[in-house]
């Protein structure tokens, strides 16, 4: 089918509640997608962040394709091989957790909120959150998620929350009262404009949490599964949650969430409390196993960790070539390059000449290669951003 061909049947079937470039992309390997016109592009916001190995990564298309032939679904009434060894595979990695399957960062983060409430008394039934948060799209995530733009048309929204500003130790302890069952933030603001939450401010919450008998929920959907250079954000931090949600990443493409919590808050979650039909299915934890494996034989924590290093570095060296650059920002591949001025019509120019980013709050740009990206590449994306900001 033609570019055109396709855009028409989105135009006649499919409801329209994405901005969407008049682009078909029909190929992905790696850092690059191509088009149904044949132009290749190089793609430093993978996904939206879910490709955290690239495109098609080999050691996940392989897994999937043999998942395929042998079982891809059964349902949670049985046991399945994969969706016990991604649990061991991500337990290992942080911090000895049991876990819930999903499909989705949302339905990660519900499970939390409601994990939260299972295993606090009663009357806690209050949830803090951050301002410039992001958690979902479904009723408690949204209004988890403390951005008014977000919550235009779905008012009232879900009683029980209060927003906070991010890394505000004062309004954090303000906020704090005796009917709070849990705060749930994220490590990295992602959607946000990838802001760092300051260590301190992470310290503060667990603190809080252990004094009031509140349970400290990490949205780890952006920042696990390697994109900061350690497995999960909240590794940077001398602090240990008590509840992590991860997704994105964790498929190497293949939808997919899970929610990991401590043993003895998981066993709140019993039979009949929370579920999820394709949660956990054979096809999408075979996915991330192997998206586990590729990380570890690759050793791309390092390799995330050190090309964000060199691509920070290369970024920042704009800075004083380019007034609209205020400063860089973010760990290892999770970076931020802050605007002095609206960034929409950048991000077009780039995809123009062959460069996928992304703007959020219209002045930050997201720079969120996938962890297999090299010097090389970085260097041509760079390029590629430089010679845009040049023309104006």
């Known amino acids: 089918m033609t570019t055109q061909e396709t855009i028409g049947l989105f ?31 190089l793609d430093m916001f993978p996904g939206w962040a879910v490709s955290g190995l690239g495109h098609c990564p080999p050691k996940v298309v392989e897994a999937v394709r043999k998942q ?23 337990s290992e990695r942080a911090f000895g957790g049991k876990c819930f399957f999903c499909n989705s960062g949302a339905e ?33 995530t949204v ?7 977000y919550h235009e048309g779905f008012l009232p929204l879900l009683p029980g929350f209060a927003y906070i500003p991010f890394n505000d130790i004062k309004a954090l302890e303000a906020a704090f009262t005796d009917e709070v069952a849990a705060v ?33 929920i990490l949205d780890e959907v952006q920042t696990g ?17 008590d509840i992590i949600t991860m997704a994105k990443a964790l498929g190497g493409g293949v939808a997919i969430g899970a929610m990991m919590a401590r043993a003895e808050i998981a066993a709140c979650l019993v039979p009949g409390k929370h579920a999820s039909t394709f949660g956990g299915n054979c096809l999408a934890c075979a996915a991330g196993v192997a998206t586990i494996e590729a990380i570890d034989e690759g050793n791309l924590l390092q390799q995330a960790a050190e090309m964000g290093q060199y ?13 609209i650059i205020d400063h860089v920002r973010g760990i290892g591949l999770m970076i931020g390059i802050q605007l002095t001025a ?51």
């Open 11 to 41: 135009n006649d079937y499919v409801i329209a509640n994405y901005g969407r470039l008049p682009r078909v992309m029909v190929k992905g390997e790696g850092c690059y997608l191509w088009d149904a016109d044949g132009n290749k592009i």
């Open 68 to 90: 395929v032939g042998e079982l891809i679904h059964i349902d949670n009434t049985f046991y399945s091989e994969p969706q016990g060894r991604l649990a061991k595979l991500l």
């Open 108 to 140: 990660a983060n519900e499970a939390a909120l409601k994990l939260a409430r299972l295993c606090t008394p009663k009357e806690k039934y209050k949830f803090i959150t951050c301002e410039g948060s992001f958690h979902g799209r479904t009723f408690a």
């Open 143 to 149: 209004t988890a998620t403390a951005q008014p733009k």
């Open 184 to 216: 749930l933030v994220e490590p990295i603001q992602g959607e946000g404009g990838i802001h760092v939450a300051s260590p301190e401010f992470l310290r503060a919450i667990r603190r809080l949490c252990d004094e009031k008998g509140a349970v400290m």
């Open 225 to 241: 599964v390697g994109r900061t250079g350690k497995w999960f954000g909240y590794q940077h931090f001398d602090v240990e949650p």
């Open 311 to 323: 691509a920070q570095e290369k970024l920042r060296a704009l800075k004083e070539k380019h007034s």
């Open 342 to 392: 609206a960034g929409a019509q950048i991000v077009g120019k780039c995809l123009e000449k062959g460069l996928r980013i992304n703007c959020t709050h219209d002045t930050v740009i997201r720079f969120m290669p996938p962890m297999i990206v090299t010097k090389e590449q970085i260097d041509e994306a760079v390029g590629i951003f430089d010679s845009v900001l040049s023309e104006g």
